[in-house]
């Protein structure tokens, strides 16, 4: 079982983590179990498991992370978010994630919503400086947005502020969904130029149907590639055939990216651990 920062893998191998959402309002768990049991079938170096829209999975979060850590033998990230996030709740959730024995935290601001409130954390270095003080021994991962956030005026002026969380002691980034590898690449370069070394994961998301990425894009603001709407324009009535060059698309995406040196590939796998476990198989090496 790995007990180390996230950003120590980096070192040895192009790293593959997997993105697990806690059980929603009208969720199982048995189906986050069922997803993590097939997720642990491919061995992924680490799973993260997201934090609810309004920063209101707070709980479930910890203990999907204690399932997937104690059930499956899973290194195990957890995201916090700024929103309704106070100092006390963070260092109290910090505690229990610690005896639970998870020592690595994607701090973001959080997706903002009509109930989002904040109290001591308005952006995600805020966090990501209050956990580093107070945890010093806890890995530290942070968000990137290879097309640029969708609030930033630029994208130059969003890795200038992405700079902040680097200087809070960030060491690892994730960068949001695309399906355009040039402009991760050009994102790449721009980062290095301006210092930012750390390794930076890309954020793939197979597209499984039409309106669940019509829904992703509009919320994040990634492109769609000509080539990518052909395919849903060809196949989104048909739910099979879209899920099936939805994950075509994906692996070659991954491969295009593993060919030009990306650090590692995060997978956003919307629980579909069949489908994680379909794209790991085709692309790792
Ligand atoms: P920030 O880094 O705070 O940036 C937000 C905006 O403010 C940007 O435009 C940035 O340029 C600007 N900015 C940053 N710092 C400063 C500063 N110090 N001063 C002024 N401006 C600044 N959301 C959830 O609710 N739950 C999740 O579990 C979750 N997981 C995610 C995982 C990944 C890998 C990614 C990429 C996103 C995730 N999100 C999640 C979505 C995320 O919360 C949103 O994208 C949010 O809008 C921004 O989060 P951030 O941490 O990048 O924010």
């Given at each position: 079982m790995l007990t180390m920062?996230?950003?120590?893998?980096f070192k040895k191998k192009t790293v593959f983590s997997v993105e697990v959402f806690p059980?929603?309002?009208?969720?199982?768990?048995e189906n986050v179990i069922r997803a993590l049991r097939i997720i642990s079938g491919i061995s992924p170096d680490f799973v993260s498991i997201t934090c609810g829209a309004?920063?209101?999975g707070g709980s479930s979060t910890s203990d999907v992370c204690s399932v997937a850590k104690d059930a499956f033998d899973l290194e195990t990230v957890a995201h916090f978010t700024c929103v309704n996030m106070t100092a006390e709740k963070c260092r109290e959730e910090l505690e229990i994630l610690s005896r639970k024995g998870i020592s690595n935290i994607l701090a973001l601001r959080g997706d903002i919503t009509d109930k989002s409130k904040f109290y001591d954390f308005m952006h995600a270095d805020e966090l990501a400086a209050f956990v580093r003080a107070e945890r010093p021994e806890f890995g530290l991962l942070g968000a990137c947005y290879p097309e640029g956030h969708?609030?930033?005026?630029?994208i130059d002026a969003d890795i200038d502020n992405l700079r902040f969380k680097i200087d809070a002691g960030v060491d690892h980034l994730i960068s949001q969904l695309f399906f355009d590898n040039a402009k991760f690449f050009s994102f790449m370069d721009k980062l290095r130029a301006k210092g930012i070394t750390v390794p930076v994961e890309a954020g793939i998301m197979p597209v499984l149907n039409a309106s669940q990425i019509k829904r992703m894009v509009s919320m994040c603001g990634s492109s769609i590639p000509y080539e990518l709407a052909r395919l849903i324009s060809l196949y989104g009535e048909n739910a099979a055939d879209m899920e099936k060059a939805g994950i075509d698309y994906a692996c070659a995406q991954i491969e295009g990216l593993l060919a030009g040196g990306a650090d590692g590939i995060h997978l956003y796998s919307m629980n579909r651990g069949d489908v994680a476990a379909e794209v790991f198989g085709r692309v790792r090496r």
């Open positions: 920062r996230t950003s120590e893998l059980p929603k309002k009208t969720g199982t768990m309004g920063g209101s969708v609030q930033a005026p630029s």
